[in-house]
């Protein structure tokens, strides 16, 4: 299997731009999560999916912020507009179990 | 406010010594926890977890400890390997039947040659 797959790997974007990260999760796993690493917060839980529907939104910082999953096999997290505080690595990550959830290789977002 | 905090950021071990990395948690309705390792430039892998019905869970050279008690649970490495210098964070998650992980800001670990 070819694991979580995030593109892109890196983004550097204007201030006022939107921005669009995209994740293909492990086949066959049923919760998506989208995390945000900072080096002040550490991993911080933004939203995640269950069976496509989105079960807890209470992470995303505001409402630049939206996520979705159209289907089983590809969710999107949209930042617009972007800020410089946005700045940050993006992981996506996939379970079946809930107990172990395997992460992708994250998107480095840079918002000048 | 942060409920799992990692409280050392960094951590120095010799090449054949132990490493002990330290979580604490605040929210006693955690019953499940893990261990993460983040090496640069790639996502966080699993590497071993711990539920609250036990006090120990051991996987080769890691072993987790949990002391309820404490709110508090720690990952020993030994022997440490150079190959173990990486950013390790412990997590938590709650039996709401979100199974939301609650993760730390993470201990940068380097093991010295």
């Known amino acids: 299997d070819a694991g979580v797959i995030q593109s892109p790997r890196h983004e550097v974007t204007e201030m006022g731009q939107e921005v669009t990260l995209r994740c293909k999760p492990i086949?066959?796993?049923?919760?998506l999560f989208w995390y945000r690493q900072t080096m002040m917060r550490g991993l911080e839980l933004l939203i995640y999916?269950?069976?496509?529907?989105?079960?807890?939104d209470s992470g995303m910082p505001e409402d630049r912020f939206s996520a979705k999953m159209p289907n089983a096999s590809f969710s999107t997290l949209k930042i617009q507009p972007s800020e410089p505080r946005d700045s940050a690595v993006y992981f996506c990550?996939?379970?079946?179990?809930?107990?172990?959830?395997?992460f992708g290789p994250g998107t480095r977002l840079t918002v000048l | 406010d942060q409920q799992v905090k990692q409280n050392s950021p960094s951590l120095s071990v010799q090449e054949g010594r132990i490493s002990i990395l330290n979580c604490d948690y605040t929210?006693?309705?955690?019953?499940?926890f893990l261990w993460y390792k983040k090496y640069p430039a790639e996502g966080p892998t699993f590497l071993i977890s711990?539920?609250?019905?036990?006090d120990k869970n051991e996987d080769g050279r890691f072993t987790v400890f949990l002391n309820k008690s404490a709110k508090h649970l720690s990952l020993h490495i030994v022997p440490s390997q150079p190959g173990d210098s990486a950013v390790y964070f412990c997590?938590?998650?709650?039996?709401?039947?979100?199974?939301?992980?609650?993760f730390g800001t993470g201990t940068r670990l380097k093991v010295l040659a």
């Open positions: 999916f269950n069976n496509n529907v989105p079960i807890d």
């Open positions: 997590a938590a998650s709650a039996p709401s039947g979100t199974y939301k992980y609650i």
């Open positions: 086949s066959g796993h049923n919760s």
């Open positions: 711990i539920s609250s019905i036990k």
């Open positions: 990550a996939s379970s079946w179990d809930y107990r172990e959830q395997f």
């Open positions: 929210n006693s309705m955690f019953d499940y």
